[in-house]
């Protein structure tokens, strides 16, 4: 984890260097929210708190375009109510890095040196790289390890201070085979930007 962090914060650096008139990069952490919409129903999950860090670049005026990378822990609880094998139950999480693709409008554009308040929306790409040991026995191979999910947002800009707030959902199957759902989580970042 903390390998990635430092290769986030080094890449926000180059991103700063490069930054012109109208255009912003810096790095970003926070917390998602996450839950499962299950359509089968002898899997049932609960949401859990998860964690992401990342960097964005972001450049336009009124209208604005934004590119990131992301790594997240998306954390959700998930019980299994197995007629053979009984009920089992655990935290299941999904390590994953994502590429957010936001399109956004700056609602104050004249002060955005000093207050800003976006709004935007885009698709996340996203890839399922872990899933560590649980008592579900899910692994990698048993999701969608490549995900096409759609975000909406806002974000509110102090000075070099950013806080954004978004939900996104899952456009395409969590699993490969046998269940049937799709995630969706509520995020908080805060972040700095040059």
């Not at 962090?5 to 926070?30: E, K, N, W």
């Not at 009920?87 to 700056?106: A, C, E, H, S, W």
């Not at 509110?156 to 939900?167: A, K, P, S, T």
């Not at 996104?168 to 040059?194: C, K, P, Q």
Request: proline letters at 4%; glycine letters at 10%.
């Amino acid at each position: 984890m903390k390998k990635v962090i430092a290769i986030l914060f080094i890449t926000a650096a180059c991103f700063s260097v490069s930054a012109q008139s109208g255009s912003h990069a810096g790095p970003y952490i926070g917390a998602n929210f996450a839950g499962v919409n299950m359509q089968t129903p002898e899997l049932s999950t609960e949401t859990r708190t998860g964690v992401q860090a990342g960097v964005f670049y972001r450049k336009g005026d009124l209208l604005y375009g934004q590119v990131g990378m992301e790594y997240q822990v998306f954390r959700v609880h998930m019980t299994d109510e197995d007629p053979i094998e009984g009920m089992r139950d655990d935290d299941v999480t999904f390590q994953k890095f994502n590429l957010p693709l936001y399109i956004g409008l700056n609602l104050l554009p004249v002060t955005d040196d000093i207050v800003n308040v976006r709004a935007y929306a885009g698709p996340t790409f996203a890839y399922i790289f872990n899933v560590p040991v649980n008592d579900l026995e899910f692994t990698a191979q048993d999701l969608a390890r490549i995900r096409i999910d759609g975000t909406i947002g806002a974000g509110l800009d102090v000075m070099i201070f950013n806080l954004d707030v978004g939900y996104n959902f899952g456009v395409n199957e969590l699993f490969t085979d046998e269940f049937s759902g799709r995630t969706h989580y509520a995020f908080v970042n805060a972040g700095i930007s040059f």
